[in-house]
């Protein structure tokens, strides 16, 4: 980082990283992108600002990205601000994949059906002028932040597109499908046969892919997988975390407040990890 | 020292990184005593899956593991004193109890604040003397109070939730009104509370407190007296506690850290010297 974004880290005010993200300096425009979002700045200025961003031509990485817009992207999520969607799904066909990205996670953040038939497009590889990640050629799309978006958003209508990503050669999309169907599905059976196949995924070798597993299934709060949370070759806080997901649902489904019998085992489990 | 134990003690001394998790594993499987300085050893090296198999047998070992576990506390390892002090918190001993206070409400690492809010609920009082227990167990009282209302972590809140619960049911008997006020101040937790998940815990505590009310006819809580006798260090060490109490209430409000903080120092010095 320059000596000039070191300054700003040490003292960033809401006015001053809002005139960073006016400025010139495009180091402090991008870490203001990231700032606003980061301490949730949902002030009409940093959204107009935000907004205006996603389409900067400024800021170009040599491989073609746009670091600005990346935050930018990340940031909209984060404020809440419905503004932000039609510019979003805008976003949805830049050539950045990372645009992309953080694009369709903060569509799922805002929670806007509006933005499903895009999502379905870019799920589909139709939108033209779409390049891959520059890391893994073969992540044509983000998969995984498209699938968990229509999962979110209880896009039923993403169910059959879906199910072929449970194939997918990354673990991660092949996840963040089950995830998804886990959401979409329309009995608790159905629902229960995507949620195993993310505990299935809880006993993998690889410690990143475990986590990610604990995550999903702490995202959509399967009770069928409490116990191989609890088991699960991971750190305590990251189970917690998953545990605290199920725990979440289970509440919500309470009828009066109280803890059902499954919550209460759920706690169990926790209280053990403390 | 047997053959086996200085082989498996070497074993872990001459680990490369890969192959020092099997040692530190089966070392303290074998639960030596002996092997307790090279266990808390372990504690600093930087690897946190032996780090945790040396935890996990330190607390095997117990009471004969805390005077090494308390010297490394004073050693400069940032890691090492975290792991530390969650053993600390599982043992349970006396000894500890000072540094639990300090690390429950003021250390910087949430995962130490949550392992030592669940430490002070669960402290083997039977093991303390009995002129001093009831200053304990009120100091751990104010503390799991304090950090369930202030902490900012919801699992830190969960945890000293958790410590409340199990502290309100070895009070029960011999102090009803300290556990009375539990269970008002968790009945204010479960509705203030920001987390579904902490909200959750407090009302299944409430609903424990009641259970367990209703079934007090239980064994002595002290009949299981420890071999540590009253000429103990630690037990000097909780008698200018005492002393140090009184004068640090007029300073300090009610539940400030720093009170907690500044007594830990005062105690760690004190069993340096002694």
């Not at chain 1, 609890?230 to 998953?242: F, H, R, Y």
């Not at chain 1, 509440?251 to 489990?269: E, K």
């Not at chain 2, 390892?77 to 000072?98: Q, S």
């Not at chain 2, 008997?173 to 959750?200: C, F, K, M, Y």
Request: charged letters at 20%; aromatic letters at 6%.
């Amino acid at each position: 980082m320059t000596e000039s974004g070191l300054n700003a880290t040490a003292a960033l005010t809401v006015e001053q990283a809002i005139a960073n993200l006016r400025g010139d300096d495009l180091g402090l425009r991008v870490y203001a992108a990231w700032w606003l979002g980061r301490f949730r700045v949902n002030e009409p200025e940093a959204v107009t600002l935000l907004i205006e961003a996603l389409a900067d031509e400024a800021d170009r990485t040599e491989a073609g990205g746009y670091p600005l817009r990346r935050n930018a992207a990340r940031a909209l999520g984060k404020l809440g601000d419905c503004q932000a969607v039609a510019p979003l799904i805008e976003s949805l066909s830049c050539s950045d994949f990372y645009v992309r990205e953080a694009a369709a996670q903060s569509l799922e953040m805002l929670g806007d059906r509006g933005c499903i038939a895009q999502l379905l497009d870019l799920l589909q590889n139709r939108v033209s002028g779409t390049q891959p990640s520059p890391e893994q050629p073969e992540f044509i799309q983000p998969y995984d932040a498209i699938l968990e978006a229509l999962g979110t958003l209880g896009a039923t209508e993403a169910t059959e597109l879906a199910k072929p990503f449970l194939e997918h050669p990354i673990e991660r999309v092949r996840y963040a499908a089950a995830r998804a169907l886990y959401q979409l599905a329309e009995t608790p059976e159905e629902a229960a046969k995507y949620g195993d196949i993310l505990v299935q995924a809880l006993s993998g070798d690889d410690l990143q892919l475990r986590r990610a597993a604990l995550a999903d299934l702490g995202a959509i709060g399967y009770i069928g997988a409490a116990e191989a949370i609890a088991d699960t070759l991971a750190e305590n806080s990251l189970k917690l975390i998953a545990l605290k997901g199920v725990l979440e649902k289970q509440m919500h489904q309470s009828p009066d407040g109280n803890p059902t019998p499954d919550a209460m085992r759920v706690m169990d489990l926790m209280d053990a990890l403390l | 020292m047997s053959d086996s134990s200085s082989s498996l003690i070497q074993a872990v001394e001459d680990a490369d990184s890969a192959a020092l998790l099997v040692a530190v594993q089966n070392l303290a499987a074998a639960r030596l005593e002996v092997s307790i300085p090279t266990l808390v050893a372990t504690l600093g090296y930087n690897n946190s899956g032996a780090a945790i198999a040396a935890v996990e047998g330190l607390i095997q070992l117990g009471e004969p593991a805390v005077p090494a576990l308390l010297e490394q506390l004073d050693r400069q390892n940032h890691a090492a004193r975290a792991w530390a002090i969650c053993a600390l918190a599982e043992i349970g001993d006396p000894r500890g109890f000072m540094t639990l206070l300090g690390a429950a409400t003021a250390d910087f690492s949430l995962q130490v604040r949550r392992a030592a809010a669940r430490g002070l609920g669960t402290m083997k009082w039977q093991w303390f003397p009995t002129d001093l227990v009831e200053i304990a167990q009120e100091e751990a009282m104010e503390a799991l109070l304090f950090v369930a209302q202030q902490d900012e972590e919801w699992i830190v809140r969960y945890s000293a939730i958790a410590g409340l619960e199990a502290l309100a049911t070895t009070i029960a008997r011999t102090h009803p009104a300290w556990a009375a006020h539990i269970q008002t101040q968790l009945e204010q937790l479960e509705r203030n509370d920001s987390s579904w998940a902490v909200g959750a815990r407090a009302r299944m505590a409430q609903q424990q407190q009641q259970a367990a009310e209703s079934s007090l006819q239980s064994s002595d809580p002290r009949e299981d007296a420890s071999s540590l006798g009253s000429e103990t260090n630690w037990q000097i060490t909780l008698e200018k506690l005492y002393d140090r109490k009184g004068q640090e209430r007029l300073v300090l409000a009610e539940g400030d850290p720093r009170r907690y903080r500044s007594l830990a120092m005062a105690i760690s010095q004190k069993l340096d010297t002694t």
